[in-house]
């Protein structure tokens, strides 16, 4: 899925409502930063790759 820069601000917006209701917390700060630091996106896509590669992996072999 590709994220425009459209639903990044919208998400944004979302947060920040968000921590003014109810205040900061791990979670919203984690979207905030995909949301900001392109770097930290990166790397949590190549993460989630990863893992679901290592699933699939582990289910092939599993099945033996």
């Given amino acids: 899925m590709n994220i ?4 990044m601000d ?3 917006k979302q947060i920040a409502e968000f921590e ?3 205040g900061e917390c ?3 700060r984690a979207i905030k930063k ?3 630091n392109e770097k930290f996106r990166k790397n949590v896509n190549e993460f989630q ?3 679901a590669n290592l ?4 289910e ?3 099945a033996r």
């Fill in 4 to 7: 425009t820069k459209e639903m």
């Fill in 10 to 12: 919208a998400k944004l």
């Fill in 20 to 22: 003014a209701k109810f």
């Fill in 26 to 28: 791990g979670r919203s």
């Fill in 34 to 36: 995909y949301c900001t």
């Fill in 49 to 51: 790759r990863t893992a």
């Fill in 55 to 58: 699933v699939v992996g582990y």
């Fill in 60 to 62: 092939k072999y599993k």
